[in-house]
């Protein structure tokens, strides 16, 4: 299993970047996929999940502002970020994962991708 990040980089505060992840290995439509992040010094956070189902949810701190969503035939989920902020700059990864009927949840994560918004 193999999940790769895009689409990091430095960005002004107020402009938008779309970090996409591509899957590979695994069923990708049956997972749960979760964008998280980390900034230096701070614990690392869910920033936005989409269920295999399509539902949706956000950190307070990115809502109205950053959109998830997934195209199951591109294995792909993306993370559209718009209104960026100084305090959004972080080591931002995605996350599969999947909880069969039995034995243990699978998780699987990427390797990361930096995103910086200069003021």
């Known amino acids: 299993v193999q999940l790769v990040e895009s689409g990091g980089g430095l960005v002004q505060g107020g402009g938008s970047l779309r970090l996409s992840c591509t899957a590979s290995g695994m069923l990708f439509r049956i997972f749960d996929m979760n964008w998280y992040r980390q900034a230096p010094g701070k614990q690392r956070e869910v920033v936005a999940t989409i269920t295999s189902g399509g539902g949706t949810n956000y950190t307070d701190s990115v809502k109205g502002r950053f959109t998830v969503f997934r195209e199951n035939a591109r294995n792909t989920v993306y993370l559209q970020m718009n209104s960026l902020k100084t305090e959004d700059t972080a080591a931002y990864y995605c996350?599969?994962?999947?909880?069969?009927?039995?034995?243990?949840?699978?998780?699987?994560w990427g390797q990361g991708t930096q995103v910086t918004v200069t003021s």
């Open positions: 996350a599969a994962s999947w909880r069969p009927r039995s034995g243990p949840r699978l998780d699987y």
